[in-house]
């Protein structure tokens, strides 16, 4: 098992890592987007892009991209936010369709709107 932390994404608020590698995977911990830059509108498409950006941080520093992800799960805050969710997602992702869940909460931690976590499968070289 390698304990992968990327320094481009935010540092682990807690106990935990950035994602771990074991057996050809890679496993993504729930990824805030962190808080807005100063003069940045905070709104839930800024908090999907900066939560997408710090996921290809990490996946990156475990020498992966989104291409290598497998299963997404992401957590948003009000279901009235999936069709915007999807609309980002989409654009990001491009046509690369891994298993994917989008599951409404009603309250996330710090207030955030969206938090992501993913399983990538590691690149054979």
């Given at each position: 098992?390698?304990?992968?932390?990327?320094?481009?994404?935010?540092?682990p608020g807690g106990h935990y890592?950035?994602?771990?590698?074991?057996?050809?995977?890679?496993?993504?911990?729930?990824?805030?987007?962190?808080?807005?830059?100063?003069?940045?509108?905070?709104?839930?498409?800024?908090?999907?892009?900066?939560?997408?950006?710090?996921?290809?941080?990490?996946?990156?520093?475990?020498?992966?991209?989104?291409?290598?992800?497998?299963?997404?799960?992401?957590?948003?805050?009000?279901?009235?936010?999936?069709?915007?969710?999807?609309?980002?997602?989409?654009?990001?992702?491009?046509?690369?369709?891994?298993?994917?869940?989008?599951?409404?909460?009603?309250?996330?931690?710090?207030?955030?709107?969206?938090?992501?976590?993913?399983?990538?499968?590691?690149?054979?070289?």
């Amino acid at each position: 098992m390698k304990i992968i932390n990327a320094t481009a994404a935010p540092p682990p608020g807690g106990h935990y890592s950035h994602a771990v590698e074991s057996n050809g995977l890679v496993f993504v911990s729930g990824v805030l987007p962190g808080k807005p830059a100063e003069g940045e509108v905070d709104h839930f498409e800024r908090q999907v892009r900066a939560t997408l950006k710090h996921c290809l941080a990490i996946l990156t520093e475990a020498g992966c991209s989104f291409d290598h992800v497998v299963q997404t799960t992401a957590y948003i805050v009000g279901v009235a936010n999936w069709p915007e969710f999807n609309r980002i997602y989409k654009e990001i992702l491009g046509e690369h369709r891994p298993a994917r869940a989008v599951v409404p909460v009603p309250e996330l931690h710090h207030g955030f709107l969206v938090e992501i976590q993913l399983v990538a499968e590691k690149p054979v070289r």
